[in-house]
């Protein structure tokens, strides 16, 4: 299992790509998608993880309390302070 504060870090990542994806799919959906897949594989890369470790932590932390609603805070904080730094 990743631990929590990697994991809220890979979280972040993951929507950030979603969000990209989301708003470039309505225009070249195809690329749109090997865009998303690309940039999944880079985050995975980059934390040296796979993709059977996110999804099993992913499983891990969504079935034990509050462990995912904290871990998605930690991402949502880390987000906002990148946002700082660039404003």
């Known amino acids: ?48 993880i796979t993709y059977e470790d996110f999804q099993n932590s992913l499983k891990y932390y969504s079935l034990n309390d509050n462990n995912l609603e904290i871990i998605y805070n930690q991402a949502l904080e880390e987000i906002k302070q990148e946002n700082s730094k660039l404003n």
């Open 1 to 48: 299992i990743i631990p929590q504060d990697k994991f809220a870090s890979i979280i972040k990542d993951v929507h950030l790509i979603e969000a990209l994806y989301e708003t470039n799919k309505y225009n070249k959906e195809e690329a749109a998608n090997t865009a998303l897949q690309a940039d999944y594989d880079s985050i995975f890369n980059l934390y040296k």
